[in-house]
Nanobody, 128 residues
């Protein structure tokens, strides 16, 4: 069993930055890829970023590429999402999730069904 707890969300002005954290319980955290998703009001949940189990590979949605950075610290069982140059359209509830397959190709790790454990989400609101 894995539990994921996100933190770090909040209200920020456009152009500002936030860093989200996702801390996991359980010994399997460090052996699986992790992802961040987001869901804006009235919209489907969408992929944001993913990172391999080692942290050596990352993948981003085009909408956040160059602005967001995903990273992980396996010693702390934590994955991060550094969000810079935030835009009002980044407003959403952000979720972290654990991938089912340790050896998943990140380029195809964008579907929600590929992830088996999810956090409760943290709200990010970007004002214009």
């Amino acid at each position: 069993q894995v539990q994921l707890i996100e933190s770090g969300g909040g209200l920020v002005q456009a152009g500002g930055s936030l860093r989200l954290s996702c801390t996991a319980s359980g010994r399997t955290f460090s052996t699986y890829p992790m992802g961040w998703f987001r869901q804006a009001p009235g919209k489907e949940r969408e992929f944001v970023a993913a990172i391999s189990w080692s942290g050596g590979n990352t993948w981003y949605a085009d909408s956040v590429k160059g602005r967001f950075t995903i990273s992980r610290d396996n010693a702390k069982n934590t994955v991060y999402l550094q969000m810079n140059s935030l835009k009002p359209e980044d407003t959403a509830v952000y979720y972290c999730a654990k991938h089912r397959d340790r050896w998943a190709s990140l380029a195809t790790a964008t579907g929600q069904r590929q992830y088996d454990y999810w956090g409760q989400g943290t709200q990010v609101t970007v004002s214009s």
